[in-house]
């Protein structure tokens, strides 16, 4: 029996070579910080100011609180940063955006309106811009527990922030959430000698919230979840036994929505806090007799009337 051959392979900096690598050439810029041509702080004038310049797609670690379970938890935020650069301005340094995170984060990154406050403030001051935003997007864990049994388990809903300083204008913030419902449909139970089809229901709202607002006193993630699941015809369990299956099917069939009532009542909740100053709502239905889904929306701003 013929023994391996061992391949000899040449040293990793011949392979290297092989593949394309060669040697350093001479280096006649300067390597420290304070010798280097800033370009992005040239001032000329360029044409038009912009509206917004940054950096998107940063995914990184925070810690969120809830009035609900767990009221500590852990999760990976998505961050996007910008500012307006003036008509004299060329750009903007990108890697204080990132450095300011790193910065935060090391202190304690928690997504509450104080700490976003703080940010975008010390950013625009950074930046010597007039204004600069922060918006984060994130997953929110919450327990729910079954009807009957009280079996208990996470949902979750898709949640996002965002929040604006302007040098003359102040703050504004902004907060979205994506929470998902069970709808039955009012016109199958009317027309059914029995039962009635229902579907999963997406409900996408976003809010403006007075600036001044305070979430130690109010988590507007169980806010906005609350407008969402409690006009919905029955709310969406991890854990469900018999009885509770029972409960939450009769319970569906006694609550029939339409994707049109289903806005219009979230849009009746939102109306109502005192805190929110503009709102839309967005439903829309998986339907399970049909390939396509029904949608509906509405808009409001109380700032108007």
């Known amino acids: 029996m013929n023994e391996a051959v061992k391949k000899q392979l040449p040293t990793k900096s011949e392979r290297h070579k092989l593949f394309g690598s060669v040697e350093p050439g001479p280096k006649t810029k300067p390597m420290e910080k304070n010798k280097m041509k800033d370009l992005q702080n040239t001032k000329k004038d360029f044409l038009f100011e912009l509206d917004a310049v940054g950096v998107s797609n940063v995914k990184h670690p925070v810690t969120l609180k809830s ?20 008509q004299d301005s060329k750009g903007t340094n990108m890697s204080r955006f990132t450095e300011q995170l790193h910065s935060y984060y090391q202190n304690g990154f928690t997504l509450d309106f104080a700490t976003l406050k703080s940010f975008v403030f010390d950013l625009q001051q950074r930046l010597e811009q007039k204004d600069a935003e922060l918006t984060v997007s994130f ?5 729910r527990k079954a009807p009957y049994s009280e ?10 922030m965002r929040v604006r300083y302007h040098e003359e204008f102040g703050y504004d913030l902004k907060v979205g959430l994506t929470g998902t419902i069970t709808t039955l449909c009012p016109c199958s139970k009317e ?51 018999r009885p509770d299956e029972k409960m939450v099917t009769e319970q569906a069939y006694e609550n029939p929505r339409f994707v049109e009532d289903m806005v219009r009542l979230v849009a009746s909740d939102l109306y109502e806090y005192e805190t929110v100053e503009q709102f839309s709502v967005k439903c829309v239905n998986e339907e399970s007799i049909h390939l396509h889904d029904a949608i509906a929306s509405i808009s409001y701003d109380k700032r108007e009337e």
């Open 67 to 86: 009035q609900l379970e767990p009221k500590t938890q852990t999760t990976v935020a998505q961050f996007h940063f910008a500012s307006s650069i003036s």
């Open 139 to 143: 997953p929110w864990f919450f327990e």
């Open 151 to 160: 079996q208990a388990g996470l949902n979750h809903a898709d949640a996002w």
């Open 191 to 241: 027309i059914s000698e029995y039962s009635a089809h229902n579907q999963r229901g997406n409900i996408e709202m976003e809010v403006t919230l007075q600036p001044e607002f305070d979430d130690t006193l109010y988590d507007w993630k169980h806010m906005l979840l609350e407008a969402a699941e409690s006009n919905a015809s029955a709310r969406i369990h991890p854990v469900l036994k």
